[in-house]
């Protein structure tokens, strides 16, 4: 058998978008606009950068983000949660599966990492579970872009249809804009929407800023806002590489609902997307997405995500974690956020 082994590289390749555009598992959240993203969610994390060798011949990479928990824990997060929907190992078409993992764990353990977590599909559940990891079943939901809007608009659902042509009969106006004031319009209205549910953002204004300063340059992301008599009352952000297009967030004024604009929002980001020839819409989703998500056709897919711990109990411990800070919080536990 030839020998597989995942080699540290000391930082980001200077042609790293260059170098991972050719394999198929490659998506936004592999790219260095997501990644430096990704940084300033975790600005005391390390991103780190793998070569993947076969035979003494680079196979492919991976790339991970290093964060110390409670008790200075070591994780490896391909992707962390809420830092984007999948990440895990690029590999070419001869790599074995149960091998590159088993080298992944021994990187681990070489590096005295506690806890490692991943999300890919190429990644086999079955096989993961054999492998030690712990399995978390979920779905997101996916709508296929067509080559023309004609098709798209035929895809959605009549409820759909007819709550756009609702807003725009109204008089809403939709625009793809990289004004910046849409941050604080869209952070004012999340807040009024979760204030009024007795919950607060999981995130500060920040993050969505820094969303913008990192993505918007690179031309990877659609900021889409509705105005209604000349006032932004909706706001949403649409993260994007050449092969689909995600959901990051959005809120609208909740006194305007009945002018439909989050329909607008979607509707806006599906057409610049079939404009640039974007394929997918992966909206998200959870352990069962939203009505208001299944309105806009397509289906819901499998999606994993995979953790192993290496420190016995940690799993108990992350648990219990957890349910003290959503319980001293108020906040809804870690979910998964593209």
């Known amino acids: 058998m030839t020998t597989l082994e995942v080699v540290q590289l000391p930082g980001r390749p200077s042609e790293w978008d260059r170098d991972i555009q050719g394999f198929a598992t490659k998506t936004l959240f592999h790219e260095s606009a997501w ?4 940084q300033t969610i975790h600005p005391r994390g390390q991103l780190e950068y ?28 391909s992707p962390l949660p809420e830092a984007g929907m999948y990440m895990g190992p690029l590999v070419s078409g001869g790599v074995a599966q ?70 725009q009969k ?5 625009e793809i804009t990289d004004d910046g004031a849409i941050v604080d319009d869209f952070y004012r209205y999340i807040t009024l929407v979760l204030q009024r549910k007795g919950r607060w953002p999981q995130y500060g204004i920040e993050r969505p800023r820094s969303l913008m300063a990192c993505l918007t340059p ?4 659609f900021s889409v806002r509705v105005s209604y008599q000349g006032q932004v009352i909706g706001a949403a952000f649409y993260p994007h590489d ?14 305007h609902l009945e002018l439909c604009p989050n329909e607008l929002l979607h509707w806006t980001a599906m057409r610049e997307a079939i404009r ?39 799993e108990t411990a992350r648990n219990l974690y957890h349910l003290l800070d959503f319980k001293k919080s108020g906040r809804a536990p870690d979910t998964l956020s593209a």
């Open 35 to 38: 990644l430096d993203f990704v």
């Open 50 to 77: 793998f070569e993947i060798r076969q035979g003494g011949s680079a196979a492919g990479y991976f790339c991970a983000v290093r964060v110390n928990k409670v008790m200075s824990l070591r994780v490896y997060g």
């Open 98 to 167: 149960a091998e590159l993992v088993q080298a992944l764990v021994k990187l681990c353990r070489s590096n005295r990492i506690a806890c490692l977590e991943l999300a890919n599909d190429w990644l086999d559940p079955q096989l993961m579970g054999r492998l030690g990891f712990r399995v978390a079943p979920s779905v997101t939901h996916v709508c296929p872009l067509p080559r023309d809007e004609e098709s798209a608009w035929a895809a959605l659902r009549g409820t759909c249809r007819t709550r756009i042509r609702k807003a």
């Open 170 to 174: 109204s008089g809403l106006e939709a």
């Open 218 to 221: 690179a031309d990877r992301l």
């Open 242 to 255: 050449e092969r689909a297009m995600y959901y990051w967030d959005g809120a609208s004024d909740p006194n």
């Open 276 to 314: 640039r020839g974007i394929p997918l819409f992966n909206i998200g989703g959870g352990p069962v997405p939203s009505r208001f998500t299944r309105k806009f056709g397509g289906e819901d897919v499998p999606y994993h995500t995979y953790r192993r711990n290496f420190i016995p109990f940690l």
